[in-house]
């Protein structure tokens, strides 16, 4: 047991330096932090040069086999290894812990434009992933049918719905999946942080976006950071245990799926077997947090603790993932991985450009961008960009894009279908679900023209 805990006590020593130097470059260097590289992003690559993958190769090609494993032990990559699944639910169990529950209805006024946008691009991944698997991938490379959903998991999930989906790409066969996949994800997030700037810039020149005005900034920071003078400790045990109970109310939940699907159908198809923990914690946070408001604990919950433990959370996890990831596997189906990561780019950016502005009546590109950011990269580029095309606020877009997510992240961008798709991929066959997400695809962008048009007669917005 002692040697157990020595081991995970100096990975997570191996990992908090990572991080450090991660932040001391993104700070000195000139350039990194304008394209908004994020610090875990810069740990991780260096933990993977520093690490068998690069360093250890190369020293292993120069004669030098006892230093195969680079600066990092196996000791220290077998706990790496399995830190992104666990974290990956801590971050979604804090997504609604410390928000207020708004109505449906108003967040279909608020953000319904913005909802609508999401899900086409979100959805419309899945069509494009699986239909290149499966008329093209496949029969050429032999990629597993499972890759179809790597776009949406990867782009708009991010590097964390990756790395929590490791066991269940193994379950399915498909363990490559999770190295492609952070691989996608990192082109997604660099792609577009690089893209986004250029398209702010593009939109302020040609006067679709205004954003050298006088008026007081609003400061992002402070928003909803105040402490309201509330009677209850704000202490790290009792947010720790919230987590911990809306965990576990995720984990009755997987139980009761997967003892209703044994019941009903198990016999013939098994989808809610192979679907991590994470999405339904995430269930579990807002069911505790609905709770809290009802009995008139909800200032239990300060939002600016939870919202630092999901940031360290999610820095361990990226860190880690990246830093175990298998660069064999990226170069064994290179030219696969770069066709996928073209056409998300290439669907992100074209669908954002033409897809806002008719779906979006009032300050489209303002609006429109957390969505675009969202959906090439994740939900924290989504915000930057945000930031960048109205940093004063006029347009609202900040508390839209979070209206959004209550209505988008429960199904997509991590949630109960993205966790879902690869292993309804496997089970049904990717015809089927390539005819589904069209369909659904198709039904999202068609209520976004016919909303956007509806406000504009009645002068909405």
Not at 85 to 94: D, K, N
Not at 393 to 407: D, P
Request: proline content about 4%; hydrophobic content about 50%; aromatic content about 10%.
């Amino acid at each position: 047991m002692e040697e157990i805990l020595t081991q995970i006590a100096t990975a997570f020593f191996y990992l908090l330096v990572l991080i450090l130097v991660g932040t001391v470059i993104r700070h000195t260097l000139p350039g990194i932090r304008d394209i908004f590289v994020p610090v875990s992003l810069i740990s991780g690559f260096i933990g993977l040069l520093i690490g068998p993958q690069v360093l250890g190769r190369a020293l292993a090609w120069t004669g030098q086999e006892q230093l195969s494993g680079g600066l990092i032990s196996s000791s220290v990559l077998e706990v790496w290894e399995v830190l992104p699944g666990l974290f990956i639910t801590v971050i979604f169990a804090c997504l609604f812990l410390g928000k207020p529950v708004p109505g449906l209805r108003k967040m279909w006024h608020q953000a319904g434009p913005q909802i609508l946008l999401g899900h086409t691009l979100s959805w419309g991944q899945y069509v494009i992933g699986i239909a290149l698997t499966l008329f093209l991938l496949t029969p050429v490379w032999g990629l597993h049918p499972s890759t179809g959903a790597l776009l949406e998991i990867s782009f708009v999930g991010g590097h964390g719905t990756v790395a929590g989906m490791r066991e269940s790409f193994a379950e399915l066969g498909f363990e490559e999946g999770t190295d492609l996949g952070l691989g996608l994800a990192t082109v997604g997030v660099v792609a577009g942080a690089l893209i986004g700037t250029v398209l702010v810039n593009w939109a302020a020149r040609r006067k679709i976006i205004k954003i050298d005005s006088k008026e007081d900034s609003e400061s992002a920071s402070s928003a909803g950071s105040k402490d309201s003078g509330s009677k209850w400790p704000r202490t790290l045990s009792v947010h720790l245990a919230l987590i911990g109970i809306a965990i576990a109310v995720g984990w009755v939940l997987q139980q009761a799926l997967i003892w209703t699907e044994d019941q009903l159908w198990g016999h013939r198809i098994e989808l809610f077997q192979y679907m991590p923990l994470f999405p339904l914690a995430m269930i579990g946070a807002l069911l505790v947090q609905i709770g809290l408001d009802r009995f008139g604990l909800g200032e239990i919950v300060h939002r600016g603790l939870i919202n630092r433990i999901s940031a360290v959370s999610l820095d361990i996890l990226i860190t880690a993932a990246l830093a175990t990831l298998s660069l064999a596997v990226i170069g064994e189906f290179f030219v696969p991985f770069m066709i996928l990561a073209a056409a998300a780019i290439l669907w992100n950016v074209g669908g954002f450009l033409f897809l806002a502005p008719r779906m979006i009546p009032r300050h489209w590109f303002e609006r429109g961008s957390g969505d675009f950011g969202q959906s090439i990269g994740m939900a924290a580029l989504g915000l930057l960009l945000i930031q960048l095309a109205d940093p004063h606020n006029r347009s609202h877009a900040k508390e839209r894009f979070g209206y959004k997510q209550v209505l988008f992240e429960p199904l997509v961008g991590g949630g109960l279908f993205t966790a879902a798709s690869a292993p309804l991929i496997f089970q049904a066959g990717p015809g089927w679900v390539l005819a589904g997400t069209f369909l659904v695809t198709t039904a999202f962008m068609a209520a976004g023209f016919w909303l956007c048009r509806y406000e504009q007669a009645n002068h909405l917005d």
